[in-house]
């Protein structure tokens, strides 16, 4: 399985082996990762599971759909370049070592 680590806002590191084809909303929410809220489950109705993507990896993840381009504009944290949702970042072997951080604020 491919490992993601999850930068928490206070610098602390979560290493995960996350199934291919689950997304990393999910992935967090499962196993107890405070800063991914994802209120509406994986919807793209809430973007309360904002991160960003470390730059190395921003061009393997998925293409950013239409409806989640519109979303990151009412993320709490304020939208930066490398901003994604992670209820649409889907684990794939390309992604192994994947780096994410967590947006400082997502409610």
């Known amino acids: 399985m491919p490992k993601v680590v999850f930068i ?11 199934p291919v084809g ?3 909303m999910r992935a967090a929410i499962a196993n107890g990762i405070a800063g991914i809220v994802g209120d509406c489950g994986g919807g793209l109705t809430c973007a309360t599971c904002h991160v960003l993507v470390d730059e190395e990896f921003l061009a393997k993840t998925s293409p950013m ?5 519109q979303m990151l504009d009412f993320t709490a944290m304020g939208r930066q370049p490398n901003s994604r949702l992670s209820c ?3 684990m794939q072997d390309e ?5 994410v951080r967590i947006a400082d ?3």
């Open 8 to 18: 928490n806002p206070d610098q602390t590191h979560l290493e995960l082996d996350i």
């Open 22 to 24: 689950t997304s990393l």
């Open 65 to 69: 759909t239409h409806n989640e381009d």
């Open 88 to 90: 649409q970042l889907v």
């Open 95 to 99: 992604l192994e070592g994947l780096t």
């Open 105 to 107: 604020h997502q409610v």
